[in-house]
Structure formats: structure tokens, C-alpha cells
């Protein structure tokens, strides 16, 4: 699912670049192992500020997440804070859609509207 983020991420923010589909899913890859390793630490790190912020202080969190990864993957190239925060909002918008629509199983569900 970050692998997908990304990839539309790299298409609709300026300042992100992918080299191509490998580094894309090693980039997906690794945002995914960021964000159950890493992330959880630096939550619980900058939790008084993520608190005075009312919360805002995650979206920064996930830029620098995705930052992060971009230190480590070749081909994935973040250019500043700005192309990593809307960036890293992008891959969570992108992600969190795929979720909703893929049930546990594992299989695509269409979503009816009953009147």
C-alpha cells in the first residue's frame, strides 16, 4: 500500500522523484518498517509537543519518516520538508483508501449504497 502511495505521491508532488517500480516497493518497503519501528518511538518521544499541538505535530512525523527513507533508498529522492509533508499526507490519504477498500481477506469489496 506505500508502495502505491508513493508512486502517486511521485506523480503528484513536485519535489519527489522516483527512479523507477524496484525503488519504488524497497521505498515502500521500508516506510513500512519505518513506520512500525521508528515512528512509534519518535510518538512517544515528542509526545508533549504532538499534545500542545493538538496533534498537527504527527504530520511532521510522517515527512520526516518518509524523509528518512529517502535517506537510505537510491531511488526515491524527497527535495525539502515541503515535497516530504505533503508527500508523506499523500502516501497516508492513499494508504488509508486501500485499507478502507481491501477487507482482511485480502479481497477487494465494493462498497454499496443501500437506499
Do not use: E
Amino acid at each position: 500500500m506505500y508502495t502505491l502511495g508513493l508512486l502517486v505521491a511521485a506523480h503528484v508532488v513536485p519535489g519527489i522523484r522516483l527512479d523507477g517500480l524496484a525503488s519504488a516497493i524497497v521505498a515502500g518497503l521500508l516506510l513500512g518498517l519505518v513506520n512500525a519501528i521508528v515512528r512509534p518511538v519518535l510518538v512517544v518521544l515528542t509526545f508533549p509537543i504532538t499534545l500542545l499541538t493538538l496533534g498537527l505535530f504527527l504530520l511532521v512525523l510522517n515527512a520526516f519518516c518518509l524523509w528518512l527513507v529517502s535517506v537510505f533508498v537510491s531511488g526515491l529522492h524527497v527535495a525539502g520538508f515541503w515535497p516530504a509533508f505533503w508527500g508523506a499526507l499523500l502516501v497516508s490519504v492513499v494508504s488509508w483508501i486501500l485499507t478502507a477498500l481491501i477487507s482482511d481477506s485480502g479481497r477487494v469489496r465494493s462498497i454499496n449504497r443501500r437506499d
